[in-house]
C-alpha cells in the first residue's frame, strides 16, 4: 500500500516538474518576441479595437432607426404581416364615415386653401384669391389666420375677394434654430385637420394661379384604391437634396390620423432639419409617399435666376407661379429677369382692383406691359392682335392657330377645333402643308395639315422671338436651318453627311429623344401595355448617322460616348434634343398599316414616300412596295434570327446577341424608335441582348414585341428597353413581357428593376405587373396564417426590395399602427385585384422555358 502511495507521489511530482518547465518556456517565448512579432501582435490589437467601435456605432444607428416614428420595428427586422386588426379597420372606418358625412352630397369635396400670418402679405393673399377665383369658380377658398395679428378692416377684404377666414391656432417650432420668416410656418400643418374635405389644394400667399388645373384633383377620386396622400412639384436645389420639393404649393388628402401622427412626429429632434422649418418635416414624413407633379405646378422665381426665358417658353403650362425670390408687393424695382414675371402679377393685381388699363387677352400673356395712369413702371403697348381673318402670310412657323381634328369616321357631327403650334412648313406637289403640333396633347398626334384645316376666322398667336427650324426643333432666328431630312442634335449638320451613307467611323453615334410620353392618356392608369421610354438602341443598319455633338460642338467618340452612358443611363432622356419633325406617316408591316408616332433617322429619301414597306421577319425597308415583293422572294427567314427559349401555345420568344445579329437588331431599334419619343439611338448594339416576342402560325413567327438587356448591368438592371407593336398594344402583351423579364431574372437568381428613369406611365404599367404579383403573395400567406418578409418576397418574385417597399406604399399597404408599420390590405384593394385576376391575362409557364443563363468573359464584355 504504501509503495503505491509513493508511485503516486513521484508521478504527481514529474507532471508538475513538467508544467512548470512548459510555463517557463512559454514565457520565455513571449518575452523573447522579434519586433515583427510585437508589430502583428499590435496591429491585431487595433483591428480588433477598430471591429468593436465600428459595433457601436451600427448599434447606435440602429437604435436611433427604431426610435423613428416612420420607420417602425417590423420595417427593422423585415417582417411585415398581413394583420386583420379590428382597431385600425375601425379608425379608417369611421374616418371614411365622417367625410361622407360631412360632405352631404356624392361629388367630392375640394377646396382651396392658403395663410395670412401678418398683414404686410395681404395684397399678395387678396390677389392669389382674385386668380384661383378666376380659374376655379366652383371651389371654396379658405384661408387660415392668427386672431391677433389681423384686423377686423383685413378680414372684411378678405371676405370680399369670397376668401373663408377660418382661425388657427399656432403650432410653435419644437426647438430653436427656425428663421424668424419661418417661425409660423408649423401652424400649415393643422390643415390636416379639416378632414371634412376630400382633397385642399394648398397654395402660399405669395403666389397666383396662372391656368386652371382641375384635373389634378383626379389624383384624390379613386385614393381609396390608388392610395394616394400626397402631391407636390420639385424644389430648386442649390446644391441642397435635403428638401425633394417645395411646400409652397400643395395637393393633399387630409386626414384625421395622419394629422394626429404628425402631431406626435415633428417634436422628435434630429428627424429632419429645423432650419427649414414645416418644409424639411413634410418633406420627411412623406419621403415614400410623395407623388411628384410637375415644376409648373409651383413655377419657383429661382427658375430664372439661370433660365430666364423659362417664363415664356412655359407659360402656357404654368399653372402657379410661386414668387419666392422677392414679392411683387413688397419689391418696387425687381431685377431684369423678374421684370415680365413681376409685370404679370401688378396686371392680375390691377384687374382684381379694376383699374383701367390698355386692352389685353383674358390671361395676360408673359412679356405683356400695361399702362398705367399712376405708375413709375415704364408703359409700352400690350400685344393685341386685332385681326379678324388669317391669311397664309399670317401664318408662320412658331405661331399657334385652330384646326380641324381629323374626322377619320367621317361623322356629322360638327368639326372639332384644337389650338395647335405651327412647327414647320413643306411644299408638297404644289401645295403648302403645314407640320402642326396639338397643344396639350401627346406629340405622336403631331401632323401634316393643308391650309384647308386651318381657322382662318380666328387671330393668329405671333411666335415669341424663337422660331422652329425646318427639322423641327427651336432655333434662334439667326440660326441656320436644317434640313428635313436629315436633322441633327443640337441643330448642328455634318457637311456631305445624309442619314443612310455608312459611317466612317464605327464609334460615331447620335442620340435621338424627346422629354415627351408615348403612352395612352393619363386616366388609363393600369395601363396594360406601354413603352418604356428608357431604351437604347443603334443607328442604321449600314451604320450611317452623322455624329451627335456634345457640349463644345464636336462628335463623341466612341469611349465618350460609353462613359456617358454609363454616368447617365442608357435610357435616360436626353436633356439637349429638341423634338423632330416626324419624318415618316406610315409603315406596312406584315398585313398592317401603321401609322408612325415619332422620328427616326431612315433615309433621308425616305421622308418623301407615303409608306414604307417592312419585312416582318428581318426587318429591311423599303421605299415602295414593289421592292419588298421582290425582297420576300429571296428572303427565307421565317423567325427572328435567334434562339427559341420559350414556347406555348402560340407565344414564342427568341434570344439574339447584338454582337452576332447587328443588322437585324439594329433593324430592331429604327423601328421601334417610330414608336418611342425618349428612345436613343445608339450604333453600338453589341452590349445588349434582345427577346423578341412573336406569335406563330402556319406562316412563320410575327414579332408582336421586344425587350432589351445589358448583358453586363453593374447597376442590377433586368430590363433596358422594352416595346409592344401598336397593332398588339391593349391585349396583354405588354405584362407578358414584363413578366418574362423577372421569369429570367429568377432563372439567373438574381433580383432585379427595369432601367430608370421609367417614364410616368410606364412606371404605372409596372406597377400593375408589381401590385399583382405582391397582392397574390400576400394573400398567400394571409390565408396560411403565415408571416412573410420583404426579403422573402423579393427572393420569390425577383423584384428589389426597393420596388417592393415603393409599390406597397404607392397602393396605401402600409400604416402606421401602435408605433409601427403594418401591411393592410383594405377591401377595395383586393376586390380590385380580384377583377383583374379575373380577366386571366397570359402568364408565363417556367416549365416551357428552355434558357441557360449566358455568362461572358472579359474579353468579350471589354466593349462595356
Known amino acids: 500500500m504504501n509503495s503505491q502511495v509513493d508511485e503516486a507521489a513521484h508521478s504527481l511530482l514529474g507532471n508538475i516538474e513538467k508544467t512548470t518547465q512548459t510555463s517557463r518556456f512559454l ?31 451600427l448599434v447606435v444607428f440602429v437604435v436611433d432607426l427604431v426610435k423613428t416614428p416612420w420607420f417602425g420595428s417590423n420595417l427593422l427586422n423585415g417582417t411585415y404581416a398581413c394583420h386583420d386588426t379590428v382597431s385600425c379597420e375601425q379608425r379608417l372606418e369611421q374616418k371614411e364615415s365622417i367625410s361622407i358625412g360631412s360632405n352631404n352630397s356624392s361629388s367630392p369635396n375640394y377646396a382651396f386653401f392658403s395663410s395670412l400670418y401678418n398683414e404686410k402679405y395681404l395684397e399678395g393673399a387678396l390677389t392669389l384669391g382674385y386668380t384661383i377665383k378666376k380659374h376655379h369658380p366652383n371651389h371654396q377658398m379658405h384661408i387660415i389666420y392668427f386672431p391677433e395679428k389681423l384686423s377686423k378692416a383685413t378680414l372684411c377684404k378678405l371676405r370680399a375677394i369670397e376668401w373663408i377666414p377660418r382661425v388657427a391656432v399656432r403650432i410653435p417650432p419644437p426647438w430653436s434654430g427656425v428663421s424668424e420668416n419661418f417661425a409660423d410656418q408649423f401652424t400649415k400643418l393643422r390643415l390636416w385637420s379639416y378632414d371634412e374635405f376630400d382633397g385642399i389644394a394648398y397654395i402660399d400667399s405669395d403666389a397666383l394661379v ?17 392610395g394616394f396622400e400626397f402631391a407636390a412639384a420639385p424644389d430648386v436645389f442649390d446644391g441642397n437634396l435635403d428638401n425633394t420639393f417645395n411646400a409652397g404649393s400643395m395637393i393633399f388628402r387630409p386626414t384625421k390620423i395622419v394629422y394626429d401622427e404628425m402631431m406626435r412626429t415633428y417634436k422628435i429632434p434630429g428627424n429632419y432639419k429645423i432650419t427649414f422649418a ?9 419621403r415614400f409617399r410623395l407623388i411628384t407633379l410637375p415644376s409648373t405646378f409651383n413655377f419657383n422665381l429661382s427658375l430664372l435666376k439661370k433660365h430666364r426665358y423659362l417664363w415664356k417658353l412655359l407659360f402656357d403650362e404654368i399653372k402657379v407661379v410661386h414668387y419666392t425670390v422677392l414679392k411683387p408687393f413688397l419689391t418696387s424695382s425687381p431685377p431684369q429677369y423678374l421684370s415680365e414675371v413681376f409685370e404679370f402679377w401688378h396686371q392680375e393685381n390691377d384687374a382684381m382692383h379694376k383699374k383701367p388699363t390698355t386692352p389685353r387677352p383674358t390671361t395676360p400673356r408673359p412679356g405683356t406691359p400695361r399702362h398705367h395712369n399712376n405708375s413709375s413702371r415704364p408703359s409700352t403697348p400690350t ?11 399670317d401664318i408662320t412657323i412658331g405661331c399657334k392657330v385652330y384646326v380641324t381634328v381629323n374626322n377619320k369616321e367621317k361623322t356629322a357631327d360638327p368639326p372639332e377645333y384644337r389650338k395647335a403650334e405651327i412647327l414647320s412648313t413643306r411644299i408638297n406637289n404644289g401645295i403648302t402643308e403645314y407640320y402642326v403640333h396639338f397643344l396639350e396633347f401627346n406629340k405622336r398626334l403631331d401632323e401634316w395639315i393643308p391650309m384647308e384645316r386651318i381657322d382662318i376666322s380666328r387671330e393668329v398667336e405671333k411666335s415669341s422671338g424663337r422660331k422652329r427650324a425646318k427639322g423641327g426643333g427651336l432655333r434662334d432666328s439667326d440660326a441656320p436651318n436644317n434640313s428635313l431630312a436629315s436633322p441633327l442634335s443640337n441643330g448642328n449638320r455634318t457637311p456631305n453627311r445624309n442619314l443612310g451613307v455608312p459611317a466612317t467611323t464605327v464609334g460615331q453615334k447620335r442620340k435621338i429623344s424627346a422629354m415627351e410620353d408615348v403612352h395612352t392618356p393619363l386616366s388609363e392608369t393600369y395601363a396594360e401595355d406601354f413603352d418604356n421610354d428608357t431604351g437604347s438602341g443603334p443607328g442604321t443598319p449600314n451604320g450611317g448617322y452623322a455624329a451627335a455633338a456634345d457640349g463644345s460642338g464636336g462628335p463623341l467618340s466612341k469611349k465618350q460616348e460609353l462613359e456617358k452612358l454609363r454616368v447617365s443611363g442608357s435610357m435616360t432622356q436626353s436633356n439637349s434634343e429638341i423634338s423632330r419633325v416626324k419624318n415618316l406617316e406610315r409603315i406596312h408591316i406584315g398585313k398592317f398599316d401603321v401609322e408612325t408616332w415619332y422620328f427616326s433617322p431612315y433615309p433621308a429619301e425616305y421622308a418623301s414616300a407615303s409608306t414604307i414597306y417592312i419585312c416582318e421577319f428581318c426587318l429591311f ?43 437585324y437588331c439594329r433593324n430592331l431599334c429604327l423601328l421601334s424608335k417610330l414608336f418611342l419619343d425618349h428612345k436613343t439611338l445608339y450604333y453600338d448594339v453589341d452590349p445588349f441582348l434582345f427577346y423578341i416576342m412573336c406569335k406563330r402560325d402556319s406562316k412563320g413567327c410575327h414579332m408582336i414585341g421586344y425587350f432589351s438587356k445589358e448583358k453586363e448591368s453593374t447597376e442590377g438592371y433586368n430590363l433596358a428597353c422594352i416595346l409592344t407593336l401598336p397593332q398588339y398594344q391593349r391585349q396583354g402583351y405588354g405584362r407578358l413581357l414584363i413578366a418574362f423579364s423577372y421569369e429570367l431574372s429568377k432563372k439567373e437568381g438574381k433580383v432585379g428593376s427595369p432601367e430608370k428613369p421609367l417614364s410616368d406611365l410606364g412606371l404605372l404599367s409596372y406597377r400593375a405587373y408589381w401590385t399583382e404579383v405582391i397582392l397574390d403573395i400576400l394573400l398567400e400567406t394571409k390565408a396560411n396564417s403565415d408571416e412573410i418578409t420583404i426579403e422573402e418576397i423579393s427572393n420569390r418574385t425577383s423584384i428589389t426590395t426597393t420596388d417592393i417597399l415603393q409599390t406597397l406604399q404607392t397602393i396605401g399597404a402600409i400604416k402606421p399602427y401602435k408605433g409601427q408599420q403594418i401591411i393592410w390590405l383594405s377591401d377595395a384593394l383586393v376586390a380590385a385585384h380580384e377583377k383583374t385576376k379575373s380577366k386571366n391575362h397570359r402568364t408565363i409557364d417556367e416549365n416551357c422555358l428552355q434558357w441557360t443563363p449566358p455568362h461572358f468573359t472579359s474579353n468579350q464584355l471589354r466593349f462595356i
Not at 396662372?210 to 390608388?226: G, Q, R, S, W, Y
Not at 414645416?278 to 412623406?286: G, R, T, V
Not at 400685344?383 to 402670310?393: D, E, K, R, S, W
Request: one cysteine or more; a positive charge; hydrophobic letters at 35%.
Open 27 to 57: 514565457c520565455s517565448r513571449r518575452l523573447c518576441l522579434s519586433k515583427a512579432g510585437r508589430i502583428r501582435l499590435l496591429i491585431r490589437v487595433l483591428v480588433g479595437l477598430l471591429v468593436i467601435v465600428v459595433y457601436t456605432v
Open 278 to 286: 414645416e418644409q424639411a418635416f413634410l418633406n420627411e414624413f412623406y
Open 383 to 393: 400685344y393685341n392682335n386685332g385681326a379678324t381673318t388669317t391669311t397664309i402670310q
Open 621 to 663: 425597308h423599303f421605299v415602295s412596295e414593289r421592292q419588298l415583293r421582290r425582297h420576300l422572294k429571296k428572303c427565307n427567314i421565317l423567325h427572328p434570327p435567334g434562339n427559341e427559349i420559350y414556347r406555348k401555345d402560340d407565344i414564342s420568344f427568341f434570344e439574339i446577341d447584338g454582337h452576332k445579329q447587328k443588322t
Open 210 to 226: 396662372v391656368h386652371p388645373f382641375d384635373k389634378t384633383f383626379e389624383l384624390i377620386k379613386d385614393a381609396n384604391v390608388t
